[in-house]
């Protein structure tokens, strides 16, 4: 009788595997022939992610990544260079941490008790490409990434506008979905509350769940945080025992290191002058535009 189980079961698993292959494949043909940067972003498993997101139901996965192709026909986040948006990071209020969960996923910190700048777009610029550059460091056998959220200094002078806070949320659940693990929001003020209030309602179902409130004296808190990361390596911040240290010209070096990187990947052009402000410290890529086509 056990044995029996133990087939169907696998016979269920193969029968669902097989079923979500097929989905794929139909939305790869709903979504017809791309190429370039169109191409290579449209993976078997990218189209994986906007399946799941959209609980396998084809023509919403279809609708969801044409929507995705459109934003980045027009953001172009492959093209986005740390020179652009190095202003932004100086007081390392968005980062991609030195060390990875105990899963392997690449860690943003954000801090938001350190903005520094007032212009939306430039805001949204910055964390496109941190997020892309955390996509880009991912090991082989992980898709997704950890957020660790600082609330230290916070205020609502402070806060994010509710403006900066959707657009947030619309680019990291519409464009980048299943590329969030977990985010950890440690020790929110009581002050929060009232903005967390407004911002829930902008969050899906399937994002929400992901977001998890900690709070250093709560042993669940502990215990959660502890089951993600490994104490050494987590700064004091969260609980950890490291040392929270951010160097600007130090992560500058490396941002530029990375846009070199990306613009191989995508295939972007670079010169040997870009190369020479690459190692002296600055990036300056010399793009390749491509427009990116979706079938109407």
């Given amino acids: 009788m056990f ?13 669902e595997a097989a079923l979500r292959e097929a989905k794929i494949k139909e939305v790869k043909a709903l979504i017809g022939q791309l190429s370039g940067r169109s191409s290579l972003y449209c993976s078997d498993a990218c189209l994986k992610r906007y399946l799941e997101a959209r609980n396998w139901n084809v023509g919403k996965a279809k609708k969801m990544l044409e929507e995705t192709l459109k934003w980045r026909s027009t953001f172009k986040p492959e093209e986005i260079r740390w020179d652009e948006v190095s202003g932004e990071g100086e007081t390392g209020k968005v980062y991609k941490a030195g060390f990875h969960d105990r899963s392997g996923r690449t860690v943003l910190i954000l801090r938001p008790g350190l903005q520094n700048t007032k212009s939306l777009e430039n805001q949204m610029k910055h964390l496109v ?13 992980q898709e997704q990434m950890s957020w660790l959220i600082d609330f230290t200094d916070w205020t609502l002078s402070t806060s994010v506008p509710i403006k900066s806070a959707r657009e947030t949320i619309n680019i990291l659940q519409n464009h980048y979905p299943e590329r969030l693990a977990v985010a950890f929001l440690y020790n929110p003020p009581r002050l929060f509350e009232a903005f967390w209030k407004i911002v829930k309602y902008f969050i899906d179902a399937k994002t929400f769940i992901k977001v998890k409130f900690v709070y250093p004296k709560n042993p669940e808190s502990v215990e959660l945080m502890s089951s993600f990361f490994d104490e050494e390596n987590l700064p004091t911040e969260f609980g950890g025992k490291a040392l929270l240290q951010y160097n600007f010209e130090e992560f500058s070096k490396q941002m530029n290191q990375d846009d070199v990187k990306t613009a191989n990947f995508w295939g972007l052009v670079h010169s040997k002058d870009h190369q020479q402000h690459v190692s002296s410290g600055f990036s300056g890529a010399e793009i390749a535009p491509e427009p990116i086509q979706t079938n109407p």
Avoid: G, H, M
């Avoid at 044995?3 to 029968?15: I, P, Y």
């Fill in 3 to 15: 044995r029996r189980k133990t087939v169907s079961q696998t016979e269920q698993e193969s029968n």
């Fill in 129 to 141: 490409y941190l997020i892309e550059n955390a996509i880009l460091n991912l090991p082989e056998d």
